[in-house]
């Protein structure tokens, strides 16, 4: 008979789910902002969604870096018994796709990306991922921010997507991008990632990985507030 597993040793294997749980505030927040409600609601304001786009374009092109460093860290300190560079270099494949998709979308809604001047919450929040990029912040600590990351957006347009809403017809690709099954299911493999890490990271390593969770989500609030104009 295997020996029952202790409270601790359950919430460690699953250390985002119990996460999740301790901060649900902060985490509905992201993911169930007023601007995603806006849009999930048919009410969203055109200028908006138009600031956001704008925005965003600026962040991904941060994000592909970032990327690049998690992928790095992946092989420097991954035994990719996981499959870890396949589900990385999956996600980074789909970065040339978005960065055109976003080109794309711009040229639709008339906004002039050479024109784009970064905000201060975009600002903030390019420091911040060029602060995991250090060779000091370990794979687990970047791994999880990159998992949050995609988590937010894959849970937040997801929700648009459900019967139901009054999502506009106009934004529909703009949710099935990252609220697709598919996305889903690649967030889950990162979730597992970081999971599997955490199970087996030190008690410093997990209380780092858990400031750069709050750390994301504090970020992505503040992207969604400056999307309306609240920031």
């Not at 055109?46 to 790095?72: C, E, H, M, N, P």
Request: hydrophobic share 40%; aromatic share 10%; charged share 25%.
């Amino acid at each position: 008979m295997q020996p029952q597993k202790t409270r601790e040793e359950v919430e460690k294997i699953n250390m985002i789910d119990t996460w999740l749980k301790k901060h649900r505030l902060i985490y509905v927040g992201a993911t169930r902002h007023p601007f995603i409600l806006s849009i999930r609601d048919g009410t969203v304001n055109l200028s908006s969604f138009k600031t956001w786009l704008g925005q965003d374009y600026i962040f991904v092109r941060a994000f592909v870096s970032f990327v690049a460093s998690v992928l790095i860290k992946a092989w420097k300190e991954s035994d990719d018994s996981g499959g870890d560079m396949e589900v990385l270099l999956g996600g980074m494949a789909a970065l040339n796709d978005e960065i055109q998709w976003f080109k794309n979308e711009a040229s639709k809604w008339g906004v002039q990306l050479s024109d784009i001047v970064p905000q201060k919450a975009n600002k903030d929040y390019c420091r911040f991922l060029e602060s995991l990029m250090s060779s000091e912040v370990n794979y687990t600590v970047a791994i999880t921010a990159f998992w949050a990351i995609e988590a937010v957006y894959q849970q937040s347009f997801a929700l648009c997507l459900e019967d139901g809403t009054n999502t506009p017809s106009d934004l529909q690709a703009t949710c099935q991008r990252w609220g697709n099954d598919g996305f889903g299911k690649y967030c889950h493999s990162l979730k597992q990632i970081v999971n599997r890490r955490l199970k087996k990271a030190s008690d410093d390593e997990i209380k780092k990985a858990e400031v750069a969770l709050l750390d994301v989500l504090e970020h992505e609030v503040n992207f969604w507030n400056m999307s309306r104009g609240a920031a």
